[in-house]
């Protein structure tokens, strides 16, 4: 009997191990998958493949990325907030879908508070308020006067409804008491096409979109959304500098994982993944387009993510946006 007692122990015991084996041999099994919710060749995608690169080498798994563009990044989303939270689907996007989408249509089928555990941001990046090099407007100051010369007329060009360009400019109008006249696109690219051939005269554009047309003269740069200057516009003010406090804007991603995501694994995804951003030859490359290094840790981006989903739903209420 107590030799049978014993047995029962040690096969107990034995199960017990393999169970604890189990859950800390994520990532060993497959693959893991980072879904990003827009098409290939933007600057979610790029950030995501840079950084997957070098995350896959400290997780010794191979990284797949999973691109489901459509929806303003609903489908995306959705996609992975489906998944298993089992650290094997991951989803990497920019603030709007975690903070901006789901105040603007009400119908999104996910909440971004609640479905997603959030790991870190890698990154972050002003706006730049941008118009074309043949604009007589050369400042902050000039452009709120032609704002207020024709109120509703002057053109802004953004790269899709909800998108940060787009509530960039809300909050510039709101906060210098003037009105422009909206021009959503299907993606800052053709924004930007028009912007320079000069069917439009301002866009509020992420700093690394539009850097090259900074420095090949083709565009004039009036001031960056951030509440620094640019190490890579050293010369161009802040808004805040122009003039125009409570302006202040970045762009972001991050990473997060359906909810629900054990500790541990949670704990190796932020470790990763920041340990890979931070590395010094992807974190210079992404310096030199303009980006800023977060990396910070699961606790601190909930919380961001949080005053931010808070920030931009007071606008979008404020404001009276609604989706188009």
């Given at each position: 009997m107590k030799w049978t007692t014993a047995l029962a122990g040690v096969a107990l015991g034995m199960t017990l191990s393999a169970g604890a084996r189990a859950e800390t041999s994520w990532p060993k099994e497959k693959p893991i998958t980072i879904v990003v919710p827009f098409p290939a060749g933007g600057s979610t995608d790029t950030i995501a493949r840079m950084m997957s690169k070098t995350m896959q080498n400290n997780l010794g798994q191979s990284i797949v990325i999973d691109n489901k563009p459509g929806a303003t990044g609903i489908i995306g989303m959705s996609q992975a907030k489906r998944a298993a939270p089992d650290g094997y689907t991951l989803v990497f996007a920019s603030l709007g879908p975690f903070v901006i989408v789901p105040h603007l249509n009400k119908a999104t089928p996910y909440d971004?508070?609640?479905?997603?555990?959030?790991?870190?941001?890698?990154?972050?990046?002003?706006?730049?308020?941008?118009?074309?090099?043949?604009?007589?407007?050369?400042?902050?100051?000039?452009?709120?006067?032609?704002?207020?010369?024709?109120?509703?007329?002057?053109?802004?060009?953004?790269?899709?409804?909800?998108?940060?360009?787009?509530?960039?400019?809300?909050?510039?109008?709101?906060?210098?008491k003037t009105a422009g006249l909206h021009v959503p696109y299907k993606g800052g690219a053709p924004a930007i096409n028009d912007l320079i051939g000069g069917q439009v005269e301002y866009s509020f554009q992420n700093v690394n979109a539009v850097?090259?047309?900074?420095?090949?003269?083709?565009?004039?740069?009036?001031?960056?959304?951030?509440?620094?200057?640019?190490?890579?516009?050293?010369?161009?003010?802040?808004?805040?500098?122009?003039?125009?406090?409570?302006?202040?804007?970045?762009?972001?991603?991050?990473?997060?994982?359906?909810?629900?995501?054990?500790?541990?694994?949670?704990?190796?995804?932020?470790?990763?993944?920041?340990?890979?951003?931070?590395?010094?030859?992807?974190?210079?490359?992404?310096?030199?387009?303009?980006?800023?290094?977060?990396?910070?840790?699961?606790?601190?981006?909930?919380?961001?993510?949080?005053?931010?989903?808070?920030?931009?739903?007071?606008?979008?209420?404020?404001?009276?946006?609604?989706?188009?």
């Open positions: 971004a508070r609640k479905d997603f555990d959030y790991i870190t941001i890698p990154v972050q990046a002003p706006n730049v308020l941008v118009t074309r090099t043949s604009h007589a407007v050369k400042s902050v100051a000039e452009a709120i006067a032609e704002l207020k010369a024709k109120p509703g007329t002057v053109t802004f060009a953004n790269s899709g409804f909800g998108a940060s360009d787009h509530l960039s400019a809300e909050l510039f109008f709101q906060q210098t850097l090259p047309y900074i420095q090949a003269g083709q565009m004039r740069a009036l001031a960056v959304t951030g509440t620094h200057r640019s190490p890579v516009l050293p010369d161009v003010p802040t808004l805040a500098e122009s003039g125009v406090t409570g302006a202040e804007v970045y762009s972001w991603q991050g990473l997060a994982a359906p909810a629900g995501l054990p500790a541990d694994v949670k704990d190796k995804l932020a470790q990763a993944a920041v340990k890979a951003i931070k590395d010094p030859a992807v974190a210079s490359q992404l310096e030199k387009q303009g980006l800023e290094i977060v990396a910070n840790d699961p606790a601190t981006f909930a919380a961001y993510q949080a005053k931010e989903w808070d920030r931009w739903g007071r606008l979008i209420s404020t404001r009276g946006i609604k989706m188009e």
